[in-house]
């Protein structure tokens, strides 16, 4: 079977925390391949508003959404303007993540509270409110942004990596409960992708790092969106409840 030019022609897909880094390059990705796009943001509307006009230049359409993913309220009328605009949200992927980096003894509660709410309770909030309309269209496609961090933990990142494992278990866990409806859930693992998020590492922490890369280099943001766009597309129908990889070998 071939594969049609755009292969996303007539969906729609929201991507959270889309004004930046991975998530901007999956927006794209997205456009590119046809889906009209949902460009979610929580604070930096000048670059979400650059986003969502590559969106538009990608030859699609976008959506600027301001909300914080952590807000039940900011998503339920997030999802009620997708609604009106699009009718539903066919593709949705929870990327949207922060980090609070720091060693156990030292961590507050809220930097805990910060990241389970914005990486775990955020991609909770969203899935809810996005498999309604999945539901009801008996097709649907939900992707989480976790990390290699979630399967192999780290120092230094108790929280993260807690939000991260719980991302593979909702995986799992919706994989399973959505699957008789058509609705493939699938987790994504990356390594380290060069994004403003791992921009703050030292040179030193760079090349400890990159030693333990099979491929010999940080990923690109582009590299993660291929694995979108893939799981998204007709071609993954048979997909589902994975967590995989897109690490350049640090995990084996
Ligand atoms: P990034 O460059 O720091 O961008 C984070 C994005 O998330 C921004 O668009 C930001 O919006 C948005 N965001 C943060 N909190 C939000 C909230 N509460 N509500 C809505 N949007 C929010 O991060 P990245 O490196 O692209 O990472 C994207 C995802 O991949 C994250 O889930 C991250 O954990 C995961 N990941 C990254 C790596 C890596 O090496 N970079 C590896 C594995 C997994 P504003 O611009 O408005 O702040």
Known sequence: ????????????????GASRGIGRAIALRLARDGAKVGVNYRANREAAES?????????????LLPADVADAAQV???????ERAWGGVDILVNNAGVNRDGLIIRMSEEDWDAVLDTNLKGAFLCAKAAARSMLRKRWGRII?????IGVAGNAGQANYAASKAGLIGLTRALAK???SRNITVNALT?????????SVMSEEARAAVKTRIALDRFGTADDVAALVAFLAGPEAAYITGQAIGVDGGIAI
Do not use: C, H, W, Y
């Open 1 to 16: 079977m071939t594969q049609p030019a755009k292969p996303l022609q007539g969906k729609t897909a929201l991507v959270t």
């Open 51 to 63: 986003a969502a006009q590559a969106v538009r230049e990608a030859g699609s359409e976008a959506l």
């Open 76 to 82: 339920q009328a997030m999802f009620q303007e997708i």
């Open 144 to 148: 989480n942004m976790s990390s290699v």
């Open 177 to 179: 409960e959505l699957a």
């Open 190 to 198: 990356p390594g380290f992708i060069d994004t403003d998020m791992v």
